[in-house]
């Protein structure tokens, strides 16, 4: 059993940093990755929908920017849900780390085994 969790948690730790990515962007690996019922509370207080996000990362332009991430940890809610928390930052010009984040995320194992980003949270850090 340890070694399943190390492994679901290595995965969902790359699911989570893709969408920081390249992938960020694309429409069917959106659509795959955020469940139906998909909500995010932004580090700025807004809420959205998966529709929401969907919309605004698919017309995203691509940025310049990094986002980097570090310290995470994940529980088990039980065999089917885990929460996976971190924190992400970005490096300005002068190499320093700005915009940090504490995120949060639950993630729901499928019906076709696959897991998919159910809610996800981030707090700004204070500086």
């Known amino acids: 059993m340890v070694q399943e969790s ?9 699911l989570e940093v893709s969408l920081h990515g390249k992938k960020r962007n694309n429409a069917d690996w959106l659509n795959m990755v955020l469940h139906d019922d998909f909500l ?31 310290d995470f940890s994940m529980t088990f809610f039980d065999g089917n849900i885990a ?16 915009n940090q984040a504490l995120r949060s995320s639950i993630w729901q194992l499928s019906l076709t085994y696959q897991w998919q980003l159910r809610f996800h949270q981030g707090t700004l850090m204070p500086v």
């Open 40 to 70: 995010e509370i932004s580090k700025s207080g807004y809420v959205y929908t998966k529709k929401d996000i969907f919309d605004v990362l698919t017309a995203e332009i691509k940025t310049t920017f990094q986002i980097f991430s570090k």
């Open 6 to 14: 190390v492994a679901i948690f290595a995965l969902l730790k790359n």
């Open 83 to 98: 929460l996976l928390t971190y924190q992400s930052y970005e490096i300005d010009r002068t190499g320093n780390p700005f």
